[in-house]
T-cell receptor
Framework: GAGVSQSPSNKVTEKGKDVELRCDPI?????LYWYRQSLGQGLEFLIY????????KSGLPSDRFSAERTGGSVSTLTIQRTQQEDSAVYLC??????????FGPGTRLTVT | GESVGLHLPTLSVQEGDNSIINCAYS??????FIWYKQESGKGPQFIID?????DKRQGQRVTVLLNKTVKHLSLQIAATQPGDSAVYFC???????????FGKGTTLSVSS
């Protein structure tokens, strides 16, 4: 079946602009995660959604970052007033359990 | 604090050799560990996982070993192939019980 999809695959934006990144999880997966991967680094947790529970936002680096998940499915990660240090690959993952997570291909964000 | 690290950032092997990728973790309370493979331009792909009540688990050409005494995790790949070339990440289930905590990755290069 279809895996996790993300759009756009690449995004170039100017410093100070807002961006929205989209994630479509695997159908039926109740949990959705956002991670950030800087060049040559591991994955940094950003935010986690589980069903109708309040999201775990403990990984968001600043109040410029926010995310929502509509109808328990699609999620959007928004970065306001982008900075050059926001340049990274943003990865989304979904899962049915508290264990294995399935990742999308990521969105490569470049802030110029 | 919690952290997951890998002993070597790069590993080069010949095709047909066995590869061993190591990982050290710091949180003795973690109960789940997972290895991911990430090819260039793609999201991480699940390889194998292990729960803390086990010390070894085998998959197809891969084996994960867990030594809780020294908080060490390893991934063994048998008969390494050029298609195994990628970055390998270990991850643990953090104390929050939600997101995975990732190490920085080991780049495996397989030459023919």
């Amino acid at each position: 079946g279809a895996g996790v999809s993300q759009s756009p695959s690449n995004k170039v934006t100017e410093k100070g602009k807002d961006v929205e990144l989209r994630c479509d999880p695997i159908s039926g997966h109740t949990a959705l995660y956002w991670y950030r991967q800087s060049l040559g680094q591991g994955l940094e947790f950003l935010i986690y959604f589980q069903g109708n529970s309040a999201p775990d936002k403990s990984g968001l680096p600043s109040d410029r970052f926010s995310a929502e998940r509509t109808g328990g499915s699609v999620s959007t990660l928004t970065i306001q007033r982008t900075q050059q240090e926001d340049s990274a690959v943003y990865l989304c993952a979904s899962s049915t359990s508290r264990y294995e997570q399935y990742f999308g291909p990521g969105t490569r964000l470049t802030v110029t | 604090g919690e952290s997951v690290g890998l002993h070597l950032p790069t590993l080069s092997v010949q095709e047909g050799d066995n590869s061993i990728i190591n990982c050290a973790y710091s949180n003795s309370a973690s109960d789940y560990f997972i290895w991911y493979k990430q090819e260039s331009g793609k999201g991480p792909q699940f390889i194998i996982d292990i729960r803390s009540n086990m010390d070894k688990r085998q998959g197809q050409r891969v084996t994960v070993l867990l030594n809780k005494t020294v908080k060490h995790l390893s991934l063994q790949i048998a008969a390494t192939q050029p298609g195994d070339s990628a970055v390998y990440f270990c991850a643990e289930k953090g104390q929050a019980g939600t997101a995975l905590i990732f190490g920085k990755g080991t780049t495996l290069s397989v030459s023919s």
